[in-house]
């Protein structure tokens, strides 16, 4: 619950301290004379958006300072931040004019979001323009799912929602640049067909040019190779008279000198030269007795090498690697589309889980749904809906493509308020005051579930007067002997069954040029002045007073 509220440099306000206690708590006042303000206050600090609005206009920023019952949820939180704690939680907002805000819990700086979570488990606040929740039949969903007990379910299926909506993507997009590609596809592969089907050989080019020299001069090379082997091997030829000069030298090596020694190392160098000569011979021989040595065949197989090089704009050296380039991109596109078919497999993956969680997420919804119906009903009631019917629907999508990250269910909460009428939406049923009834309804009941010790009302009662003014002032009282309730009120009705009312005053001074507003907790005879102000509006008769009495004082 909510122990005290400290304001300072708010719209209006220099500075106001008020302690709270349990049971019903209402803010009166005229029209203007900033009822609202202490709730958006209260708001800022339990972490509404930045309201720049609220800083004074001489001020730079405005604190709001709001002191709580620590629960165990908080104290877990609390504990998580090593931030120490007492009985009591301190929750700070510094507004700044320029928009900024920072949070303090216990004087420790924190994030909005760890306001907002520790919020969550204490107050439930309901606005002037909060309706939006109940009137929006796709907000009704986030209704039922608020008094369900499946919030691992939930967070599963957001996850899951998540990483398909991000895999469809993907594969949308991979699909589209596979499209894209089709042509680039085409081009590469006719590429690399026509370079294979050359059949080319490393360093054919080279190859090729040298067996054209043999080609050319064929004749005159067998020629020259035939004297050649015929100077080296016929009698006393080069290579005989060789062996005999080695002979000779083999003589002398007895003599051990140095001098011999370097000889005959060179006189067997010259006889290994003259094998080697003889076997580079018979290679050329070779050469040119293969039938590829056709001069023909060579120029035709050079003219297809160097055509090719020059169509792809490449040196006829690096057409080889050029291939090599063009397969590594044409292997990339077939990987790509090697690579959807396995992110539709995990697609495939995770919508099979979803379907399983989202079944079982459209169970429990039925199952809450039944039990929310008959609280609810039961609330209504108690509010001067004896003929009104209330049920909460729930119908499965039908779409191939949509997997929502709250499941497949259209929840709508469906009213009629009398038993002939069909049953229809509350937007197109309830009137203004009724709507303020069945919101009161489904609040009371969704407080029970959340567990938290705090509701705040900004006019619930709007638009309603008379019996069901009564009857909204009951049910607030009602809630109030478990819960702490703050309600911005203009019904007499309400204002009666308060344990704690405040009435808001705005004066001015300084010659009216400037506004203060005051807020004073009124005793029971000053109770009695502000509600027979409420009954009658600026002049308060001793009618007004009795009847202001009679609220206050007689069971009704």
Do not use: W
């Amino acid at each position: 619950m909510i122990l005290s509220l400290s304001i300072s440099n708010v719209v209006f306000i220099d500075k106001l301290e008020i302690d709270f206690q349990n049971g019903l708590v209402v803010f009166t006042g005229e029209t203007g004379a900033g009822k609202s303000i202490i709730l958006e206050s209260i708001s800022l600090a339990l972490g509404s958006k930045s309201n720049p609005s609220l800083v004074k206009n001489d001020c730079e920023s405005s604190i709001i300072i709001l002191i709580i019952k620590k629960n165990s949820l908080i104290e877990q939180i609390c504990k998580d931040l090593f931030i120490s704690t007492d009985d009591e939680i301190h929750i700070k907002r510094v507004q700044f004019k320029d928009g900024r805000t920072k949070s303090y819990i216990n004087d420790n700086l924190v994030s909005l979001s760890i306001i907002k979570s520790i919020s969550s488990k204490i107050v439930e606040l309901h606005g002037q323009n909060d309706d939006t929740s109940f009137i929006d039949q796709s907000k009704h969903i986030d209704i039922i799912d608020s008094v369900g007990n499946y919030k691992s379910e939930l967070i599963t299926i957001n996850r899951l929602s998540l990483e398909m909506n991000k895999l469809r993507i993907d594969i949308e997009e991979r699909y589209k640049k596979l499209s894209d590609t089709s042509n680039q596809k085409s081009h590469l592969e006719e590429i690399c067909n026509e370079i294979e089907a050359l059949s080319l050989e490393k360093d054919e080019e080279h190859m090729l040019l040298e067996k054209r020299k043999l080609a050319m001069g064929k004749s005159k090379v067998v020629e020259s190779l035939a004297n050649i082997k015929s100077i080296i091997n016929q009698d006393n030829g080069v290579q005989d008279l060789s062996r005999k000069i080695y002979g000779e030298v083999t003589n002398l090596m007895s003599t051990k000198n140095e001098m011999i020694d370097e000889l005959n190392e060179d006189i067997t160098q010259i006889d290994n030269r003259l094998t080697n000569v003889m076997s580079i011979i018979e290679r050329i021989q070779q050469e040119i007795d293969i039938q590829g040595n056709d001069i023909d065949f060579i120029e035709q197989r050079l003219f297809s090498i160097k055509a090719l090089a020059r169509k792809y704009n490449v040196l006829s050296e690096d057409l080889q690697g050029y291939y090599l380039q063009i397969k590594k991109e044409l292997n990339l596109l077939n990987s790509d589309l090697s690579e959807v078919t396995k992110i539709e497999d995990q697609y495939a993956d995770l919508l099979k889980e979803y379907k399983i969680i989202s079944n079982q997420l459209s169970e429990k919804r039925r199952i809450i749904s039944k039990e929310f119906d008959i609280s609810v009903l039961q609330e209504l009631k108690d509010l001067k809906f004896p003929n009104i019917n209330f049920k909460t629907s729930i119908e499965r999508k039908i779409s191939e493509n949509y997997f929502g990250k709250k499941g497949e269910d259209i929840v709508s909460i469906e009213i009629s308020t009398n038993r002939t009428s069909p049953l229809d939406l509350i937007t197109n049923v309830a009137s203004g005051g009724e709507l303020s009834r069945i919101i009161l309804a489904i609040k009371s009941v969704m407080s029970k579930r959340h567990q938290v010790k705090t509701l705040i009302f900004d006019e619930i009662d709007s638009g309603v007067s008379g019996s069901t003014a009564t009857a909204i002032g009951k049910k607030l009282s009602l809630i109030a002997k478990e819960l702490q309730i703050f309600s911005v009120t203009h019904s007499p009705q309400v204002a009666a069954r308060a344990n704690h009312h405040y009435l808001i005053q705005k004066t001015e001074y300084q010659n009216n040029t400037e506004s203060v507003i005051i807020i004073s907790e009124l005793d029971k005879t000053q109770r009695v002045e502000e509600i027979a102000r409420m009954l009658s509006g600026e002049k308060i008769t001793n009618q007004a007073r009795e009847a202001s009495k009679s609220l206050l004082y007689d069971d009704v």
